[in-house]
């Protein structure tokens, strides 16, 4: 793609001074008359040049074929029968054009023989260096220009919201209920079959190009993922810059999660690999097109970030109130009381039956002055104590709402502390919403989905930077205890490899006769624990001995576990008081290695109560990791049990990370248990298997 600069390719889809339209005509009926109009009546102010054999369209400069042209146009839009737009293409590369976008339908998503005039294109954009958008694609939308054909074409307003999308009908679909909501769009994109050019390549671009006019609110919808390390790099870049990405991934289901001779990989289905993926980029996911658009208006409702978890609820009615007021708290967000001088105030403002805690009930008789009082108290008074005004607004008629809605607009205009509207009575109050919205002022018909993307907003992901190798982390010798090994390694290589990188394990010895059984039992000391060598899975075949007090014991123990199938011994180790935890990591393809953190032992599956991250990993990410599991308090300790040290634990997720990052090979990896009290922890056991050959 693109042999030009990115700055270049950057201006001539998104503000080519040039256009060319092969296939322009008058008719509304088809691709190219429907683009040439939109383009035109949304007063394009280039150069705008039509081919079209059958003469002149729309009074504009017309040419019989490309190479008529005058000039190289920056950007030519192809809407031609799919047969005819090989030549064309080759036609505009001839002339030096840079980007080209492709409307025309009835190549690889028809048959096979449009996936071979695919092929055809690609060669041609490789020989000229093009950068080419679609086939079949529904077209561009910039403030420059609205090169779209099919679907609507709100007004665009620079510095709004951009939209990238690989479905054209997700683009119109989204748009047709956002606008109604008070959403305006920026640049907006569909890159249809992307033979060339994906969502990844654009994010990239959008990245490359990205300024201080910028969007802050880059909207994604991807059905495929073929670039991820692309799409990590440049979302992370955005979200450091100040972009706020909310994105859907379609496609992706448990059905997808692949066999895995680990714990870990039995649990790292595609859709964790996508959530990791979009929680290191700093992309909040959503998984719907009316989600993506709630989390849009509370992403502009409160510019981007909130500051803290504080929210005030403003309600004319219990009942909404109430659910508002619970789904703000199942997303973690706290309603703090007032303080005194606040409620003191508000009592003058409200009837003596309205409630002046928080939430704030102001009745059905509410009228515009209390409203606008409401706000001017809340802002004068708890400025450094209440992060986000969510106002619940149905209609009681008792007052009109229209004037209600104009107040709640100047406090969204003009208070300190966001404020983000619900305005229920979309049917009674129609006009006035429609006013409401064509102000440029977002809402919420539903109170719930106003908490829960409220709570999105909270817990948006921030980027970290990922620190080199901890202390006591030895990666030459673990890449030479790596170095000619293959598949399932054995016991002593996974414990020299994990010991250099810095985990600690109990004494342990092996055993492979009965000599040798009675030999170690002495060394190690009792109360100890005997584990079969040989099987991955040895809990699930009863290979494993817990407090074992004696030799006699001890003796049944071997006698059992050595009965096992493909049983070449047993490992004794000292028992290890404490708490259990899980610590592995899986390759998911090109994404990498996904780690996991989780609570250990017999029902790591059973309970799935983990979370992942991919590698490499900062503190900081890791720390999250610890305490996101359901069962953290268990590792803070209960009913005067001691505690793990959240630090330490992260501390070793951190190690897990930057191991299977260093090295890829590792395919598949568990410590399950990692067991200890407080600071001191050790691997009680683990696998390591490798699924290609070692490297650093």
């Known amino acids: ?24 005509s008058e008719s509304l009926s088809k691709p190219g008359g429907k683009v040439l109009a939109n383009i035109v009546d949304h007063r394009y102010g280039g150069t705008l040049w039509v081919v079209n054999p059958g003469g002149a369209v729309k009074g504009l400069p017309t040419f019989a074929s490309v190479p008529d042209l005058p000039g190289a146009p920056e950007l030519g839009i192809i809407a031609i029968p799919a047969a005819l737009v090989a030549g064309a293409l080759e036609e505009l590369g001839r002339k030096g054009t840079k980007a080209v976008v492709i409307l025309s339908a009835g190549f690889g998503e028809k048959d096979e023989k449009g996936k071979e005039e695919e092929e055809r294109l690609l060669a041609i954009a490789s020989d000229f260096g093009m950068t080419i958008i679609g086939p079949n694609c529904s077209g561009f939308m910039t403030p420059s ?26 683009v119109d679909l989204v748009m047709e209920q956002a606008v109604l909501r008070g959403l305006s769009f920026c640049n907006v994109v569909n890159v249809g079959n992307s033979i060339q050019t994906g969502v990844e390549d654009l994010i990239a671009l959008y990245d490359e190009n990205y300024g201080i006019d910028g969007s802050p609110i880059l909207l994604i919808y991807l059905e495929s993922l073929k670039k991820p390390g692309l799409l990590l790099r440049h979302a992370r870049s955005l979200t450091r810059k100040g972009c706020a990405i909310v994105g859907i991934k379609s496609g992706v289901s448990v059905s997808g999660a692949r066999a895995a001779a680990s714990h870990t990989g039995a649990m790292a289905t595609d859709d964790t690999a996508v959530q990791a993926l979009f929680d290191k980029a700093g992309i909040i996911r959503v998984k719907s097109k009316m989600e993506m658009i709630d989390v849009a208006c509370a992403l502009a409702g409160t510019g981007g970030r909130l500051r803290g978890n504080r929210a005030c609820v403003i309600t004319d009615a219990g009942g909404p109130g109430v659910m508002l007021t619970d789904e703000l708290e199942r997303q973690g967000l706290v309603l703090p009381v007032l303080g005194e001088k606040t409620r003191e105030r508000l009592r003058g403002i409200l009837p003596a039956e309205s409630s002046v805690m928080n939430p704030i009930d102001c009745l059905p008789s509410r009228t515009a002055s209390q409203i606008r009082e409401i706000f001017e108290v809340l802002a004068g008074e708890e400025l450094g104590s209440i992060d986000v005004i969510a106002i619940q607004v149905g209609n009681p008629g008792m007052y009109p709402n229209s004037e209600i809605y104009r107040e709640v607009a100047r406090a969204m205009k003009g208070s300190p502390i966001p404020v983000i509207p619900t305005l229920s009575s979309v049917t009674t109050c129609t006009e006035p919403i429609r006013e409401f919205t064509d102000d440029g002022n977002v809402c919420f018909p539903d109170e719930v989905n106003l908490g829960s993307a409220l709570g999105k907003v909270l817990h948006r992901r921030a980027v970290f930077e990922v620190s080199g190798s901890p202390p006591d982390y030895d990666s030459g010798g673990i890449k030479r205890a790596l170095e000619g090994r293959t598949g399932v390694l054995p016991p002593q290589i996974v414990t020299e490899v994990l010991e250099k990188a810095g985990f600690l394990f109990p004494s342990q010895i092996g055993a492979s006769s009965f000599e040798e059984m009675q030999r170690a039992c002495e060394m190690i000391g009792y109360p100890l624990v005997m584990k079969v060598l040989g099987p991955l899975h040895k809990s699930d075949l009863g290979g494993v001995r817990l407090g074992i007090t004696d030799l006699d014991t001890a003796e049944r123990a071997w006698r059992d576990l050595t009965g096992i199938k493909d049983a070449r ?23 990498g ?25 900062a503190r900081e990410e890791c720390r999250a990791m610890v305490t996101a599991i359901r069962s953290y308090p268990i590792l803070e300790g209960v009913r005067g049990q001691e505690g793990v040290s959240v630090e330490r634990l992260a501390d070793h997720v951190e190690r897990l990370g930057r191991l299977v990052f260093d090295f890829p090979a590792i395919g598949e990896i568990d410590l399950n248990p990692l067991k200890g009290i407080g600071s001191e922890l050790y691997v009680v056991d683990a696998r390591i298997i490798l699924h290609g050959a070692p490297h650093a």
């Open 145 to 170: 220009y609205s090169g779209k054909f099919a679907g609507i074409i709100p007004e665009l307003k620079p510095g709004s919201i951009d939209f990238i999308s690989g479905s054209g009908a997700t």
């Open 569 to 591: 011994g047993v490992l004794i180790q000292p028992m290890v008081e404490g708490t259990e935890v899980i610590l592995g990591a899986s390759r998911a393809g090109d994404l």
């Open 593 to 617: 290695h996904l780690v996991m953190f989780g609570l250990g032992g017999i029902y790591t599956e059973v309970l799935k109560d983990v979370a992942f991250a991919l590698a490499p990993l």
């Open 1 to 24: 793609m693109r042999d030009y600069p990115s700055s270049q390719v950057y201006d001539a889809l998104f503000k080519p001074g040039s256009i060319v339209v092969v296939g322009g």
